[in-house]
C-alpha cells in the first residue's frame, strides 16, 4: 500500500536561493494567495509587491495562500522602477517573465552559480509595465503549443521559479 505523506513527514530541505520575485501591479487576490505559496514552495528569498498594495485581510488569498503569507518574507514599494534599480545595483539580475519581440525560450535560461536573480511578472491583463521593462535586462517566455499565446500570471510564475530553482540545484549537488 502506498501511503499518503503528510507535511511533517515529507523529505524535502528547507532551501532559500537567491531570487527576489518583484510583481509589478498584480491584483487578483486568487493569484497573490497562488504566489505566495509558489515563493515558500521554491524558496524564494523575498517577494516585493510594486504598484497596488495586497489585500492580506482577503479571504480568497488566505485561502488560497494556506497560511504562506504569514512565512514568506515580503514587502509592498509604491514605485517598481527605483526597487530594480536598487536590486541591480546590489547585482541582481533583472529577468521578465513577458513575451517580447525578443524573448527567449525559458527552457533555454542559463544560471550562473553566483547569480542573484530579480523575476519580474505583470499585471494580469497588461503583463509588466513599459518603464518597467526597460529597466529589464533579459526577456523570457514560456513556450505555448495551444491557440492562446499567454497563462495565468501565477502558473507561468511557478514555471519559471521551477527552471530556476532546478538551475541552482545542479550547483548545490556538485
Do not use: W
Not at 45 to 74: D, E, M, Q, W
Request: proline letters at 1%; aromatic letters at 10%.
Amino acid at each position: 500500500m502506498i501511503d499518503q505523506l503528510t507535511h511533517e513527514k515529507t523529505s524535502f530541505q528547507k532551501t532559500e536561493f537567491p531570487i527576489i520575485l518583484l510583481l509589478d501591479n498584480i491584483t487578483s487576490e486568487a493569484n497573490l494567495g497562488s504566489i505566495f505559496r509558489l515563493a515558500d514552495a521554491f524558496g524564494v528569498h523575498k517577494v516585493i509587491f510594486c504598484g497596488t498594495r495586497p489585500n492580506l485581510k482577503s479571504n480568497r488569498l488566505k485561502r488560497t495562500a494556506r497560511n504562506t503569507y504569514n512565512t514568506v518574507n515580503f514587502e509592498f514599494q509604491e514605485d517598481a522602477v527605483s526597487s530594480i534599480n536598487i536590486l541591480k545595483t546590489e547585482g541582481y539580475r533583472a529577468l521578465a517573465l513577458e513575451i517580447t519581440s525578443n524573448s527567449k525560450n525559458l527552457h533555454t535560461f542559463e544560471l550562473n552559480q553566483l547569480d542573484q536573480i530579480l523575476l519580474i511578472a505583470g499585471n494580469e491583463r497588461h503583463g509588466i509595465s513599459e518603464e518597467v521593462l526597460k529597466l529589464c535586462e533579459e526577456f523570457y517566455h514560456i513556450q505555448m503549443f495551444g491557440e492562446n499565446s499567454s497563462m495565468n500570471v501565477a502558473q507561468s510564475v511557478g514555471i519559471a521559479l521551477y527552471e530556476i530553482t532546478t538551475g541552482f540545484n545542479k550547483f548545490h549537488k556538485k
